[in-house]
Every structure is written in structure tokens, then in C-alpha cells.
């Protein structure tokens, strides 16, 4: 199993641009989230995915959409890119299982520059 | 969800044992002790968790006291590769908030394992 894949993971914006960060699990899992972290800090949580065509927004959403049409990916856009989204954004996913203990399986990262 | 603290940054010599300590006075019968760590650039990488009894998997041991107010994180025999920074955090077994079980990140404590 690849995991967590994510793509690309580097990406340098021009202000105003737009782009999609892609996000894919081949682990079956219903749970997916987006995180961003800025240098030196912790994750903070943009939107999460209970399962294919449901979403919703966490912690710092603002300037950030999602989509979930199948289990396996769960894209998020940028829609007019701001110097503020630059950030390191990670992907992960986590299986339902009973309690929601699983562990969540995170992906290597984008890297976003927005000059 | 219950916050936690932890120090900033500590040090261990290779071969020895991390004891990592991790401070949630605050926390409620309903909640998880869970441990990540992020080696640098990479991804969270997941660890170990527990509610109220002591847990060891091949990678760690936790410590989690009576009160449940603080836990230890303990690597037996650590290495050059688990200079990290490591994450504790507690969250609800059944989520409270619509936030689909995820993690609250803190800054972590920054662990430097010596030669």
C-alpha cells in the first residue's frame, strides 16, 4: 500500500492564482483531513471528510474549498492565493473503526511558496 | 478538548532511554492520550495512545498516571533517527464538536538525540 500520496510537493504561486493540491489513500479509510503548519508551529485543521460527499470545515478554512466524490481523494483548492496560505499542507486519513481510535496515517506534505 | 503542555525541547544521549513528559490536568474520563512525532520535513508519524493503562508497542511505551493528568512518553533505546519533535495530545473518544476525530496539534516538544 502507498498510503498517503500527495501531490505536488513543492509548488511555488504567484498572488491571485489558483491551484488544487491533490490527496490520495488506497487504504479504504472513511475519514480524510486537511492540515496546515506554518514554521515552528503546530498542525491546524482546514476540513475534514467523514466519507464520499461529506465535508466540513475546521479551524482555519477561510480562502480553502474541498471536495469528496470517492473514498480515495480529497482534493483541496486554492481559489485566489494569498502570501498568508504560505504554508507546509498535509493530508491524512483515518479508518472509522470502533471509538474512533484508529490512528490517523498522514501524507509527506505540499510545500507552498505564494510570492 | 483538554490542552496539554509539554517542554519546548530536550536532549538525550543515543542508547539511552527518552522519557518525554507530557502535563494534561485537565482531561476527562472520555479522553485519549495520543503521541505522534514529526521528523523534519516529513509527515506526523504516529506512535502510541492510551486511556488509562500503561501501553507499550515496538516503538515506545506511555505512561499514564493514576490521575490521568500527566503521561510519559518513553523510548527504551533511542537513536539518532527519533531526534524529532513530539507531539502529545488528548482527544475525546466520541467528538464532541464537528470535528470528525481530528487532532489538535500544540507545538510539541523538540527531542535532539546525541552521538
Known amino acids: 500500500n502507498a498510503g498517503v500520496t500527495q501531490t505536488p510537493k513543492f509548488r511555488i504561486l504567484k498572488i491571485g492564482q489558483s491551484m488544487t493540491l491533490q490527496c490520495t489513500q488506497d487504504m479504504n479509510h472513511n475519514y480524510m483531513y486537511w492540515y496546515r503548519q506554518d514554521p515552528g508551529m503546530g498542525l491546524k485543521l482546514i476540513y475534514y471528510?467523514?466519507?464520499?460527499?461529506?465535508?466540513d470545515k475546521g479551524e482555519v478554512p477561510n480562502g480553502y474549498n474541498v471536495s469528496r466524490s470517492t473514498t480515495e481523494d480529497f482534493p483541496l483548492r486554492l481559489e485566489l492565493a494569498a502570501p498568508s496560505q504560505t504554508s507546509v499542507y498535509f493530508c491524512?486519513?483515518?479508518?472509522?473503526?470502533?471509538?474512533?481510535?484508529?490512528?490517523?496515517?498522514f501524507g509527506d506534505g505540499t510545500r507552498l511558496s505564494i510570492l | 478538548d483538554a490542552k496539554t503542555t509539554q517542554p519546548p525541547s530536550m536532549d538525550c544521549a543515543e542508547g539511552r532511554a527518552a522519557n518525554l513528559p507530557c502535563n494534561h490536568s485537565?482531561?476527562?474520563?472520555?479522553?485519549?492520550v495520543y503521541w505522534y512525532r514529526q521528523i523534519h520535513s516529513q509527515g506526523p508519524q504516529y506512535i502510541i495512545h492510551g486511556l488509562k493503562n500503561n501501553e507499550t508497542n515496538e516503538m515506545a511505551s506511555l505512561i499514564i498516571t493514576e490521575d490521568r493528568k500527566s503521561s510519559t512518553l518513553i523510548l527504551p533505546h533511542a537513536t539518532l533517527r527519533d531526534t524529532a519533535v513530539y507531539y502529545c495530545?488528548?482527544?475525546?473518544?466520541?467528538?464532541?464538536?464537528?470535528?470528525?476525530?481530528?487532532?489538535?496539534f500544540g507545538k510539541g516538544t523538540s527531542l535532539l538525540v546525541t552521538p
Open positions: 491524512a486519513s483515518k479508518s472509522r473503526g470502533r471509538e474512533g481510535n484508529q490512528p490517523q496515517h
Open positions: 471528510s467523514v466519507g464520499a460527499g461529506i465535508t
Open positions: 495530545i488528548v482527544r475525546p473518544r466520541i467528538p464532541n464538536s464537528n470535528s470528525g476525530y481530528a487532532l489538535n
Open positions: 485537565t482531561i476527562s474520563g472520555n479522553e485519549y
